[in-house]
């Protein structure tokens, strides 16, 4: 069975980090690409970077370009997201997720909450 | 960046209805595009894969098509699990969700 577990979320201020990390077990981690993907209260999903399986391609949504930065260790099988200068708007549940093409797997974490108030 | 533009974003229906949702993409993705069921508080799950393949352990009453920028979802009979939001997913180019359409009981 795959499982995704997501952890470091919590309450940041304004202009703070966070570091998310997202332990994986039931597939080979090293095989896979892996992505970060967020929804705000009561909204819609939102794509927020992709990091390719040896880290050799790494995207990210223009909301979080130059703030966020994604990173895997293959040898732990952990997937990361280093958030700075966080904003209200980047108040979300924040999910870890596979979202492979043209596949069947299908895996996601829990979510793990962030919230950035003052 | 690839937009995906879903209609509606939301619809009202009874049970047994047949339901259609629509996913545009702003530019050709080929097959590369999924559908998510997400229900309040849990992770999405994954109802179709490469616009037309059903997931393993998905009711045959859901069934997608749909190639370059025009994709759809269909919902023969809609039963009272099946209220939920839905959103594509493209994997053409980095990743992008359409806004969702939200699936309520009429």
């Known amino acids: 069975e795959v499982q995704l577990v997501e952890s470091g979320g919590g309450l940041v201020q304004p202009g703070g980090s966070l570091r998310l990390s997202c332990a994986v077990s039931?597939?080979?981690?090293?095989?896979?690409?892996m992505n970060w993907v967020r929804q705000a209260p009561g909204k819609g999903l939102e794509w927020v970077s992709f990091?390719?399986?040896?880290?050799?391609?790494?995207y990210y949504a223009d909301s979080v370009k130059g703030r966020f930065t994604i990173s895997r260790d293959n040898a732990k099988s952990s997937l990361y997201l280093q958030m700075n200068s966080l904003t209200v708007d980047d108040a979300a549940v924040y999910y870890c997720?596979?979202?492979?093409?043209?596949?069947?797997?299908?895996?996601w974490g829990q979510g793990t909450l962030v919230t950035v108030s003052s | 960046d690839i937009q995906l533009t879903q209609s509606p974003s939301s619809l009202s229906a009874s049970v047994g209805d047949r339901v259609t949702i629509t996913c545009r993409a702003g530019?050709?993705?080929?097959?590369?595009l999924n559908w998510y069921q997400q229900k309040p508080g849990k992770a999405p799950k994954l109802l179709i894969y490469?616009?037309?393949s059903l997931q393993s352990g998905v009711p045959s009453r859901f069934s997608g098509s749909g190639s370059g920028t025009d994709f759809t979802l269909t919902i023969s009979s809609l039963q009272p699990e099946d209220f939920a939001t839905y959103y594509c997913?493209?994997?053409?180019?980095?990743?992008?969700f359409g806004q969702g359409t939200k699936v309520e009981i009429k």
């Open positions: 997720a596979c979202l492979q093409r043209a596949t069947s797997l299908d895996c």
């Open positions: 039931g597939i080979t981690f090293s095989s896979y690409s």
């Open positions: 990091i390719s399986s040896s880290s050799s391609t790494i």
């Open positions: 530019q050709s993705i080929d097959t590369y």
């Open positions: 490469a616009a037309s």
């Open positions: 997913q493209q994997s053409y180019s980095f990743r992008t």
